[in-house]
């Protein structure tokens, strides 16, 4: 999205700097594992890490674009609820990998240095 950017339900908003926000995916039921195995809700995991779908970025943000996946850890967020739905607030930094089928062509050739 643009510097000025209206989420879904229309609220028009300006993230500042480094910011991402982004909607959660539903991670907080019961889930099934690849084998089909249905693990509840109140099973006891590691740190998990979750998956979410940017919907803004700020001016700064250079890795991520609205649409992308993002891998965030839930115990360092920042929830804000906008007409109702909850999003949670990240830095770029904040994010630990981003998921798109562009990232395949801008990685390719480079050394994946970050700097």
Do not use: C
Request: aromatic residues 4%; glycine residues 10%.
């Amino acid at each position: 999205m643009t510097a000025d950017q209206t989420l879904d339900s229309g609220l028009p908003i300006r993230l500042l700097h480094d910011r991402v926000l982004v909607r959660t995916e539903n991670g907080e039921g019961e889930r099934r594992s690849s084998a089909g195995i249905v693990i509840p809700a109140t099973a006891a995991v590691g740190k998990r890490l979750a998956w979410a779908t940017a919907v803004g970025v700020g001016p700064h943000v250079r890795t991520i674009v609205a649409g992308d996946r993002v891998l965030f850890d839930p115990d360092d967020r920042s929830e804000v609820e906008l007409h109702g739905r909850a999003y949670v607030l990240l830095r770029e930094r904040d994010v630990h990998a981003v998921a798109a089928e562009r990232v395949e062509r801008e990685t390719t050739g480079s050394t994946g240095l970050y700097l």
